[in-house]
């Protein structure tokens, strides 16, 4: 790779520390809320939400992406439900604020990255990315199955009656929503020609669903009865904007499987590095977690550095396809 690159490298193992530190902070907020995972959740997404929505007041090309996007979707050339990435980001948020305070940041990590190479592999073949179909190739198959090695041996000395076992599934599903979430964002990209507005667009569908959880699970449990008062607590959706920025991008230097490899590495440093020295809730790191986090790194980068070139952006006819907002730029 081309030594132009390596800050790009740099920045994207930098975005993936990132995420760690968002699962950190969501986890400590719902620990403030009274355990509330789901009213951290929206606080966290719902913070990112108002600045996008606060800089689309004043910027004119993403707003120009916004109408793009509308209309792609009344003429049919995108799908209503490729601008609901933010569904993906949703059960990331809601795993975070449930989850971390348990399991740790580390062993989350672990559980979150089987789950995106799981998805990544199932949703390559079924061609929901711009790019279209992809056959897996027999060195992520391996990956994917070492992956799930990984979490196995973090969990080996943590097996017991006492184990959260249905906390543990929730990242993992999270993960896979990630990976849809990935694939289908592309597309509001490509329709849009703003990065911003695909952001926009993840928050706008994750908020709202996250809202919609959050009220359902008050109207049964009742409203956290006060806010931390910590400040940090409430930068998550900013932290949350900051990765996604460096991710867009990052993927235009280095290629997605790359990218994806760089941002796990930076997730599974990141994560060790906060359980070890900035210790939070009830986990605790282990010899286990350590090697399974390291088996990770290795399935991850076994499965990522298998070939492969990021593919033409193609319509549904097969034939490429040059968004109107790319024309409107030319």
Not at 193 to 218: E, W
Not at 315 to 320: E, F, L, N, P
Request: net charge positive; hydrophobic share 55%.
């Amino acid at each position: 790779m081309p030594t132009a690159a390596a800050p790009w490298l740099l920045l994207a193992v930098f975005s993936g520390t990132l995420i760690s530190l968002q699962a950190r902070i969501t986890g400590e907020l719902a620990a403030g809320l009274g355990g509330d995972g789901f009213a951290a959740a929206v606080i966290s997404f719902g913070s990112g939400f108002a600045v996008l929505a606060l800089g689309l007041l004043v910027l004119r090309k993403p707003r120009r992406g916004v109408r793009l996007v509308v209309a792609d979707v009344r003429n049919r050339r995108l799908k209503w439900w490729q601008v609901l990435g933010g569904f993906g980001g949703a059960a990331f948020l809601l795993a975070q604020g449930l989850t971390v305070g348990a399991l740790g940041v580390a062993l989350f990590t672990v559980a979150i990255v089987a789950g995106q190479v799981a998805g990544g592999l199932l949703f390559d073949r079924m061609g929901l990315g711009p790019a279209g179909p992809q056959r897996p190739t027999r060195r992520r198959l391996v990956g994917a199955v070492c992956v799930l090695g990984a979490v196995g041996l973090s969990m080996a000395d943590k097996l017991g009656g006492g184990f959260p076992y249905p906390m543990l599934l929730l990242p993992l599903v999270a993960g896979v929503c990630v990976s849809w979430q990935q694939a289908v964002n592309g597309h509001v990209r490509n329709a849009s020609g703003s990065a911003y507005t695909g952001t926009f667009f993840n928050f706008a569908a994750g908020v709202g669903a996250l809202l919609l959880i959050f009220l359902t699970h008050a109207a049964f449990t009742g409203f956290p009865a006060r806010l931390p008062a910590e400040p940090y607590l409430y930068l998550g959706g900013l932290v949350g904007i900051s990765f996604i920025t460096i991710a867009v991008g990052a993927v235009r230097k280095l290629g997605v499987l790359v990218l994806g490899l760089c941002t796990i590495t930076g997730q599974l440093v990141g994560s060790l590095a906060l359980d070890l020295l900035l210790p939070h809730g009830d986990a605790h790191v282990t010899a286990a977690t350590v090697a399974g986090a390291a088996l990770a790194l290795v399935a991850v980068a076994v499965a990522a550095l298998s070939g492969g070139r990021p593919g033409r952006v193609v319509a549904a006819g097969g034939t490429a396809r040059t968004s109107e907002a790319e024309r409107v730029e030319r």
